[in-house]
């Protein structure tokens, strides 16, 4: 009796993204919301990345960090959502052996990433209101530079053994991803061998990368906290914090997005699987389109900056 269509005994040379598998009519109903969310984030950074490069005034450290958070929104985007809709669009599920192993590298790189950039500008907000005398001393172009790199290798050099340990497993079986994305969990019990490293690796690496980061965070934000409590001059605490308010807001969406997410995962047997696939798709586009309009709404210089760049126009 002959295999499954699904099922081979050859080497896995492509797999196939199947969407919401108990409720695929959702796709048309998404792709309209899903295409403007990502026009949207795509603009959105783009014009803030231009306003950023083109005002003088907005040439200094966090402003930089900031657009090093704008491309790596771009990358994530770029990576996730085109094939999402693609696969709405044209049925196009099937992605090769190297693309989903490339997608689960972006994916699990610029994440962490993301979170290593945002625990260095809860530090830059760190030194500008507790010593704010030494903060152009401390706070240059040059650290900017070496945080930047520190990012990229820290998060990239940790990460690239989980899409390595996954590629290097035997795909024997069924080669359909009940996804819409190449996440490691989805992909690796797919295989025939154990998986019991390669899910292990994905824990340790991404809670000791992600944990690290936030408990960096929760510290900045305290010694800010502290510091504010201690300033009496009217109006001052107040000035102090809402330098960090558009920060924070990033920084709380975020985390709490990326916690429903776990919490989702880890109660499958409670929620329908279709709900981590819809937060998984949602966390990789809304903090991408949010990110530069909270930073655009509350920050008075770039509000400025793109009023010009409209202007030049």
Not at 106 to 133: G, K, Q
Not at 157 to 181: D, G, H, V, W
Not at 208 to 224: A, E, H
Not at 235 to 244: E, H, I
Request: charged share 15%.
């Amino acid at each position: 009796m002959g295999l499954p269509s699904n099922y081979t005994t050859a080497p896995v040379s492509k797999f196939l993204l199947i969407c919401f598998p108990n409720y695929q009519s959702w796709q048309h109903w998404l792709s309209l919301p899903l295409s403007l969310l990502f026009v949207l984030a795509m603009g959105a950074n783009v014009t803030l990345l231009i306003t950023i490069r083109l005002e003088a005034s907005l040439h200094e450290p966090i402003y930089y960090l900031l657009s090093l958070l704008s491309l790596l929104d771009m990358v994530l985007c770029l990576t996730v959502i085109p094939k999402v809709l693609a696969i709405f669009w044209f049925d196009n599920k099937a992605i090769s052996f190297s693309g989903c192993f490339f997608q689960m590298f972006i994916m699990n790189s610029f994440l962490t990433m993301e979170s290593c950039t945002f625990m260095v500008m809860a530090y830059d907000r760190y030194v500008a209101i507790c010593h704010p005398l030494r903060y152009p001393s401390i706070i240059t172009d040059q650290f900017v530079a070496r945080a930047a790199i520190f990012v990229v290798a820290r998060n990239g050099l940790l990460t690239m053994p989980i899409p390595i340990l996954s590629s290097r497993l035997r795909y024997c079986a069924e080669n359909i991803i009940k996804n819409c994305i190449c996440t490691n969990l989805s992909v690796s019990k797919l295989s025939c061998d154990d998986i019991t490293f390669n899910r292990l690796y994905q824990f340790v690496a991404g809670w000791t990368l992600l944990g690290s980061d936030l408990i960096l965070i929760i510290l900045s934000y305290s010694f800010i906290l502290k510091a504010v409590l201690k300033i009496k001059a009217e109006g001052a605490a107040t000035k102090a914090l809402s330098t960090c308010g558009s920060h924070f807001i990033l920084i709380l969406f975020f985390s709490t997005v990326l916690l429903v997410l776990v919490i989702t995962n880890l109660a499958k047997k409670r929620i329908p699987p279709d709900v981590p696939i819809l937060l998984n798709i949602l966390h990789h586009l809304i903090p991408p389109a949010l990110n530069p309009i909270v930073y655009g709404v509350r920050t008075k210089e770039i509000k400025q900056g793109i009023q010009k760049l409209l202007r030049r126009l």
